[in-house]
């Protein structure tokens, strides 16, 4: 018998477990534990400065009234790789890929500068942040980072990183003309500068009002 359940955005499974008679002759029994699911990513945080005119810049797009699910300021990130559903005995093997990666890797700058949507202006899914990493480093910790987490069973991704960070996701188009027209003054606006020290393992709690993001580890750069 196995069963899921939810609590608190984490999934729980029931794993049958089988305890073996003796030589007595004692009947088998049968046990279950719980095996906790976690929800997490791999990303690189910003500074503050960075966060709060990025949030500006949020407020000034809502007033387009277009139909966005804003991603709340405290939770603006760049996600360098996304995990999902796993087990969390897996958290320690999940922070040793990320030091055995990240071990020869000294800090970086990145330049967050303009802003646009995906996949086309003509077809907005999502408001995005540009960043400008010249030395292409994000796009390399992505890389191993995919290529090592699939050992431990998370998914492999086909589509090419394109370093952004996501401001919000649209759902509608309603007004999202509006939108796209001050996204346009926008487009080369720069946000500031960021010096990158660490990557940091990230929980994601799931609940009708929005997601809460916990950092679980952080790894320094060399």
């Given at each position: 018998?196995?069963?899921?359940?939810?609590?608190?955005?984490?999934?729980?499974?029931?794993?049958?477990?089988f305890?073996l008679?003796?030589?007595?002759?004692?009947?088998?029994?049968?046990?279950?534990?719980?095996?906790?699911?976690?929800?997490?990513?791999?990303?690189?945080?910003?500074?503050?400065?960075?966060?709060?005119?990025?949030?500006?810049?949020?407020?000034?797009?809502?007033k387009?009234?277009?139909?966005?699910?804003?991603?709340?300021?405290?939770?603006?990130?760049?996600?360098?790789?996304?995990?999902?559903?796993?087990?969390?005995g897996?958290?320690?093997?999940?922070?040793?890929?990320?030091?055995e990666?990240?071990?020869?890797?000294?800090?970086f700058?990145?330049?967050?500068?303009?802003?646009?949507?995906?996949?086309?202006?003509?077809?907005?899914?999502?408001?995005?942040?540009?960043?400008?990493?010249?030395?292409?480093?994000?796009?390399?910790?992505?890389?191993?980072?995919?290529?090592r987490?699939?050992?431990?069973?998370?998914e492999?991704?086909?589509?090419?990183f394109?370093?952004?960070?996501?401001?919000?996701?649209i759902?509608?188009?309603r007004?999202?003309?509006?939108?796209?027209?001050?996204?346009?003054?926008f487009?080369n606006?720069?946000f500031g500068?960021?010096?990158?020290?660490q990557?940091?393992?990230?929980?994601?709690?799931?609940?009708?009002?929005?997601?809460?993001?916990?950092?679980?580890?952080?790894?320094?750069l060399?």
């Amino acid at each position: 018998m196995t069963g899921i359940a939810t609590q608190k955005g984490c999934l729980f499974s029931l794993v049958p477990k089988f305890q073996l008679g003796n030589e007595k002759g004692d009947a088998f029994g049968f046990v279950g534990f719980i095996v906790m699911k976690v929800r997490l990513f791999i990303a690189v945080e910003i500074n503050e400065e960075i966060r709060k005119k990025l949030a500006e810049f949020q407020n000034a797009l809502k007033k387009s009234d277009a139909d966005v699910g804003w991603v709340a300021p405290e939770n603006l990130h760049i996600t360098l790789k996304f995990i999902g559903n796993i087990d969390d005995g897996q958290v320690g093997a999940i922070v040793d890929i990320i030091k055995e990666i990240v071990i020869h890797i000294k800090p970086f700058d990145l330049d967050y500068t303009g802003v646009g949507v995906f996949p086309t202006e003509k077809n907005p899914r999502i408001v995005f942040a540009n960043i400008v990493d010249t030395a292409g480093v994000l796009a390399s910790l992505h890389e191993k980072l995919d290529n090592r987490l699939m050992a431990l069973g998370v998914e492999h991704e086909d589509r090419k990183f394109v370093a952004h960070l996501t401001l919000g996701r649209i759902r509608s188009r309603r007004n999202v003309m509006k939108l796209i027209e001050k996204l346009i003054t926008f487009r080369n606006v720069p946000f500031g500068a960021d010096h990158v020290t660490q990557v940091v393992l990230m929980k994601s709690d799931l609940s009708p009002d929005g997601p809460t993001y916990t950092q679980l580890h952080g790894v320094e750069l060399a």
